[in-house]
T-cell receptor, first 114, second 114 residues
Framework: GDSVTQMEGPVTLSEEAFLTINCTYTATGYPSLFWYVQYPGEGLQLLLKATKADDKGSNKGFEATYRKETTSFHLEKGSVQVSDSAVYFCALKDRGSTLGRLYFGRGTQLTVWP | DGGITQSPKYLFRKEGQNVTLSCEQNLNHDAMYWYRQDPGQGLRLIYYSQIVNDFQKGDIAEGYSVSREKKESFPLTVTSAQKNPTAFYLC?????????????FGPGTRLTVT
């Protein structure tokens, strides 16, 4: 079945450090891939997405490239800020399915110190 | 402003009582979803609905029930049969379109049962 595996946290960085959060997936079809962010006490917000191989999603300085050959969608940011502290979720939707459900990873807690 | 509202933000109940969580959206989305979030476990799908008067069980439907009588509303009832109901509950909605697909999330309801 479909599933997402992302690196376990927590991840602690100093401001302006480089961030990578790894995400790999297993899918029976040809999935679309997403990164969501959750700030404390809130719901999830879509950060970026990619719908086909080699697509790069980007938003607010974050980037992720859909790599079909390695079944990966790693999240990166060149210089993190304190305001980036949140929980990040990788997710997939199987495009071969008519059902709209998402499969989520367990989330990675990021804390950025000034 | 278009969006998803969940109420209340915090809910307290005694063990053995049923409780209903509200979810309303004004995005004109066809599909709606309920997730449960526990620390370190990511999001798990409880129920989802793609059209009015139709819904499907997700991965952890036992002890929960839903209804979809109106397009904009998808209430979740946590019954006394749910063994560990204390959690953060998130409602989401999406369009049915494959290429415009994005799940929008509400702010969540934190349920505590004692």
């Amino acid at each position: 079945g479909d599933s997402v595996t992302q690196m376990e946290g927590p991840v602690t960085l100093s401001e302006e450090a480089f961030l990578t959060i790894n995400c790999t997936y297993t899918a029976t079809g040809y999935p679309s891939l997403f990164w969501y962010v959750q700030y404390p006490g809130e719901g999830l917000q879509l950060l970026l997405k990619a719908t086909k191989a080699d697509d790069k999603g980007s938003n607010k300085g974050f980037e992720a490239t859909y790599r079909k050959e390695t079944t990966s969608f790693h999240l990166e940011k060149g210089s993190v800020q304190v305001s980036d502290s949140a929980v990040y979720f990788c997710a997939l939707k199987d495009r071969g399915s008519t059902l709209g459900r998402l499969y989520f990873g367990r989330g990675t807690q990021l804390t950025v110190w000034p | 402003d278009g969006g998803i509202t969940q109420s209340p933000k915090y809910l307290f109940r005694k063990e053995g009582q049923n409780v209903t969580l509200s979810c309303e959206q004004n995005l004109n989305h066809d599909a709606m979803y309920w997730y449960r979030q526990d620390p370190g476990q990511g999001l798990r799908l409880i129920y989802y609905s793609q059209i009015v008067n139709d819904f499907q069980k997700g991965d952890i439907a036992e002890g929960y029930s839903v209804s979809r009588e109106k397009k904009e509303s998808f209430p979740l009832t946590v019954t006394s049969a749910q063994k560990n109901p204390t959690a953060f509950y998130l409602c989401a909605s999406s369009m049915a379109s494959e290429f415009l697909f994005e799940q929008y999330f509400g702010p969540g309801t934190r349920l505590t049962v004692t």
